[in-house]
């Protein structure tokens, strides 16, 4: 059986299951480093990709496709898994194959529970947090060109690249995450000037960006947002809905700041202060700046 | 123009009965999905003075008997906010089921309404998979746009800004077409007591996949739901002085040796 991937991970995945994996790449470069772990690549540098799925099933067949969890890429594995007739589990934590049926996991209900769905094949997936990356392989696989075709009833006008600033969230060892609990724009210098203190980068709640936009949607952490997987991440004046804390979960200590005691992130985290804000912030950046500065 | 709107009637997360072991999805209450309120917002915007909005739900979460008269009285609030006429498919065999054979449902109902353009949310507050929309299209044949968080409707024409991760793309689609809204593209309004009387006498068409014509089977099946136990610490410190809250914090942070260069 087979297994068409995107990824390297997904490659490595495909042979732990006993599958063999038949690489789909948008790029060159996304082909050379596939081709170093599946026999062969196909790139498909322009078109539709539901198509470029639809067409590598009917030619080649594979009973597990393992694609991008960009947006654009979830919309193509929708797309193509109803024409073909497919399952398709995005953000999948765990797969397997028992017997003739695929066993998959991924978070749903806010991420308060585990659901497992047993699917025939061909089924397709995103992977989720939590995937090992691989290095450079040496399989030497061959590349093809695939020419699908465009959907010509939708143009494109023009693209306005999101600002862009030097915060990377998900490689972060300490976050200090801002929400609602901030009364002004000018406020957030207090989570700024912490930030400097720990060495973190400033995360936010999905108001801060989406609604009140003080901060570039790069910030943005939660369920449509970023995932992080911080050493500590600490939400300041942040209520913790359910879906905030589905991009929190794999930090390895979380804290909290936030005057309510009956606060829903109080339920999340290692540590919690209850206090305002406004009080606390000051004060932590400089007794942190007089202990390190000791040490 | 005519305009469909899909509505989840989702499990309300917030209110989750949880267990050591066990989820307990049959005393969990429904509740509208928060993304699918603009869905309906834009909808009955889209349908102007000439046309017709009809609200489209596909019932999920059993037990389908006991839930459909929750799922009505979630209906009258859709109806409330403008919505014409509702659509309820709710099938034993539906529940638990996958997305394909949802996508089904919703887009043979899609046909014999005759919209011109069907608008969801962005996802769902349950499952979260953002996957029926271009499902529904692909069932239709009809493009579809995702992610739209501004949208012009013109001579059979829509012009939308798609928001992507790192990019936002403005593009034109024909109609037919599907759209998928997120939560920034308006802001939904609170049905007036008017309104809310109004949607009373509104009709609410009860439908199963028998009288949908599909017979076929799903793809996959939830085969099990377990709680995600997460077992933090849960230090809180509510009593004393601001000075004595952060020094215990701090200390907590070395002692576990959090920060580093200590
Ligand atoms: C489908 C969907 C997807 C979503 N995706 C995301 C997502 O990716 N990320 C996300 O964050 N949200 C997301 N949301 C929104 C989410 O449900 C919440 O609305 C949001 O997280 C709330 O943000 P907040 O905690 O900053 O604000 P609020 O809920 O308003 O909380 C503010 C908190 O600040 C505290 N506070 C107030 N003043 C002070 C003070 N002086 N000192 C200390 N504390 C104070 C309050 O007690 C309160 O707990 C999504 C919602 C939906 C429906």
């Not at chain 1, 068409?4 to 050379?32: F, I, Y």
């Not at chain 2, 939560?183 to 109004?198: C, D, F, H, K």
């Not at chain 2, 199963?208 to 017979?215: E, N, V």
Request: net charge neutral.
């Amino acid at each position: 059986m087979r297994a068409l991937v995107s990824s390297p991970e997904a490659a490595v995945l495909a042979r732990e299951m006993g599958l063999e994996a038949l690489g789909l790449a948008r790029t060159d470069e996304e082909a050379r480093r596939l081709a170093g772990h599946v026999g062969r690549v196909y790139v498909v540098r322009s078109g539709s990709v539901a198509e470029a799925i639809v067409t590598l099933y009917r030619d080649e067949g594979f009973a597990l496709a393992v694609l991008p969890g960009t947006r654009e890429a979830r919309d193509a594995a929708a797309h193509a898994a109803q024409l073909i007739g497919a399952a398709f589990v995005p953000d999948a934590v765990n797969v397997a194959l028992a017997g003739d049926k695929f066993r998959v996991e991924r978070l749903v209900l806010g991420n308060k529970a585990v659901a497992v769905y047993e699917a025939h094949p061909p089924l397709l997936l995103t992977l989720g947090p939590g995937s090992r990356p691989v290095g450079e392989g040496s399989a030497g696989g061959e590349i093809r060109e695939l020419s699908v075709g465009e959907d010509r009833r939708v143009r494109s006008l023009s693209v306005e690249e999101k600002p862009k600033g030097a915060v990377r969230l998900e490689d972060a060892e300490i976050i200090v995450s801002v929400g609602r609990g901030f009364k002004k724009k000018e406020d957030l210098q207090l989570a700024f000037h912490l930030a400097e203190v720990l060495g973190a980068q400033v995360g936010c709640s999905r108001p801060i960006a989406a609604d009140l936009k003080w901060l570039p949607e790069e910030h943005w952490v939660g369920l449509s947002g970023k995932k992080v997987s911080p050493r500590l991440y600490l939400a300041v004046g942040i209520s913790g809905q359910a879906q905030h804390i589905a991009g929190i979960l794999n930090s390895k200590y979380i804290a909290a700041i936030n005057s309510d005691p009956n606060a829903p992130i109080f339920q999340y985290v290692d540590f919690g202060i209850v206090d305002d804000l406004y009080k606390v912030l000051p004060l932590l950046a400089q007794r942190l700046k007089e202990r390190l500065g000791r040490a | 123009m005519n305009v469909a709107v899909l509505v989840k009637l989702a499990l309300d997360t917030g209110q989750l009965r949880l267990s050591q072991s066990a989820v307990g999805v049959e005393e969990t209450p429904l509740k509208i999905s928060d993304i699918d309120r603009n869905a309906v917002e834009e909808a009955v915007k889209l349908r102007g003075n000439a046309g017709k909005a009809v609200s489209i739900s596909v019932l999920k979460w059993p037990p389908v008997g006991r839930r459909t008269q929750e799922a009505e009285n979630l209906l009258r609030e859709v109806l409330a906010m403008g919505v014409d006429e509702a659509y309820l498919v709710a099938d034993e065999a539906l529940a638990g089921s996958d997305h394909y054979m949802t996508a089904k449902a919703i887009a043979e109902v899609v046909r014999r309404i005759g919209a011109d353009i069907v608008v969801a949310g962005e996802a769902t507050v349950d499952g979260y998979t953002a996957q029926i929309p271009a499902r529904v299209a692909a069932e239709l044949g009809w493009p579809y746009l995702t992610y739209v968080r501004e949208l012009r409707v013109e001579g059979g024409r829509a012009v939308a800004r798609r928001d992507l991760e790192d990019r936002v793309l403005v593009v034109e689609a024909d109609l037919p077409l599907v759209v998928s809204v997120t939560r920034e593209i308006n802001v939904p309004r609170i049905p007036t007591l008017l309104a809310i009387r109004a949607a009373m006498k509104k009709p609410i068409a009860r439908l199963g996949l028998g009288d949908l014509g599909i017979g076929e089977a799903p793809r996959a099946r939830l085969a099990e739901l377990r709680p995600l136990m997460v077992s933090r610490r849960r230090l809180i410190v509510k009593e004393g002085t601001v000075e004595e809250k952060v020094d215990r914090f701090i200390d907590f942070l070395m002692e576990e040796g959090i920060l580093r260069g200590t």
